[in-house]
């Protein structure tokens, strides 16, 4: 196996193609030709990558090289995914593939080998017989140790449902440094803490001027990790291979400008691999309006992910399917009728209808109770902010 994967490896110069949107940048010269950078890999890639791993019960190893790139090397039917973060690599496939990838790799270049994944980019990654537990418990306390917050007294949720802030809330910090260092570090745990994403999205909104009041609800969130330090997600094994998302929105909830808040959550094979909260660009007139942007911009994300998947070799059975709890919108995506009232968002309205009338995507109604999003668009009491922690399949891991 090894002399025929060198074989290959020869013939082909490396015959390893990167998904077309991780390519290389050329440097301009006189404009960046000096600069060095790391090639670096989307968080979504390395969810789909483990999600696909975990289902097909491969192998996965993790190696540190001087080198950086992500490669896909194929073998006949087979694959063997790697994954390169700066000099941290994670190589996955069938144990034969791999061990001899791995054996042709170490004979051109000087590795460590770490062994089966167990720790990456601060993650801890635990394989069961029932799937793989990824937690970032390691990180938390060394977040709370740089803040004075180790002692803090836990609370229910990350930001109170009664949560009013704007940009002119409370007084302006003096040294608004550790207000961003902190917002910053939260934003890297959104990998695996589903649950603390819209209340870093909202404080991400004030890092030009946060305030005492901004930097009150930064605490919170610290103290809502404290008692929830070893929260994260579970890659299943015995789900099958499908996509769906939900997608939702909270309309003019910034009584600043009254632009709403866009959320959507996309599940890859029963797990969630790819979240987004972010305020809408601009004021939607209707509430079924702001609603189909959402689901615009949860279909173009759906369409990168699949062609993503169509690279790694992935057919998937059944067109994904977003589901929208506004029956206007999901209307809309189907009825040609309402086309002529919603003229300012032609371009959204024509991209969904084309996906939809193809047949690569379906747009579905589902209830506001079961809209798993709604804990991404603004702050929920504690009932339901933990009922939907849970079904989103945010929950305390198993020791690792």
């Given amino acids: 196996m090894v002399e025929e994967i060198n074989a290959q490896l020869r013939e082909h110069s490396w015959d390893l193609t990167p998904p077309t949107r991780f390519r290389m940048l050329s440097p301009e010269n006189g404009i960046d030709y000096s600069e060095t950078f790391s090639q670096v890999i989307k968080s979504t890639t390395i969810q789909l990558v483990l999600e696909i791993a975990v289902k097909k019960d491969w192998m996965i190893q993790q190696t540190s090289v001087g080198d950086n790139n992500l490669f896909i090397f194929k073998h006949g039917t087979s694959h063997v995914y790697v994954l390169v973060y700066v000099d941290d690599i994670i190589i996955t496939g069938p144990a034969s593939l791999v061990r001899a990838f791995h054996s042709s790799l170490a004979r051109r270049f000087s590795l460590k080998d770490l062994g089966p994944l167990s720790y990456f980019l601060g993650i801890e990654a635990t394989r069961t017989s029932s799937g793989l537990h990824l937690m970032q418990r390691k990180y938390i306390p060394d977040l709370l140790a740089k803040t004075n917050m180790q002692d803090a007294k836990p609370v229910l949720t990350p930001m109170s449902s009664s949560s009013q802030l704007t940009v002119l809330s409370g007084t302006p910090l003096a040294d608004a440094k550790e207000y961003r260092m902190v917002v910053g570090s939260l934003q890297y745990l959104a990998f695996t803490r589903l649950d603390i994403a819209f209340p870093v999205n909202r404080l991400s909104q004030f890092m030009h001027r946060p305030t005492n009041l901004h930097w009150q609800a930064v605490k919170r969130v610290l103290r809502y990790l404290a008692g929830t330090r070893s929260h994260g997600i579970f890659l299943r094994r015995d789900a099958p291979l499908t996509i769906h998302a939900f997608s939702d929105v909270d309309w003019g909830r910034d009584k600043a400008n009254y632009v709403s808040t866009n959320a959507y959550i996309i599940y890859f094979g029963g797990s969630p691999v790819f979240l987004s909260s972010k305020k809408q660009r601009s004021v939607s007139r209707s509430s079924t309006e702001a609603e189909y942007r959402a689901v615009a911009n949860t279909a173009s994300e759906l369409k990168w992910i699949c062609s993503l998947l169509t690279e790694l070799g992935i057919d998937l059975p059944l067109a994904p399917v977003i589901y929208c709890d506004n029956i206007g919108a999901t209307y809309l995506c189907a009825n040609p009728v309402f086309h ?61």
């Fill in 340 to 400: 002529s009232k919603m003229k300012h968002v032609a371009l959204d309205y024509h991209f969904v209808r084309e996906n939809v009338q193809s047949g690569t995507l379906r747009v579905a109604h589902i209830s506001g109770d079961d809209q798993l999003a709604d804990a991404l668009t603004k702050p929920l009491p504690p009932p339901r902010f933990t009922e939907l922690n849970f079904k989103i399949g945010v929950k305390k891991l198993p020791p690792s």
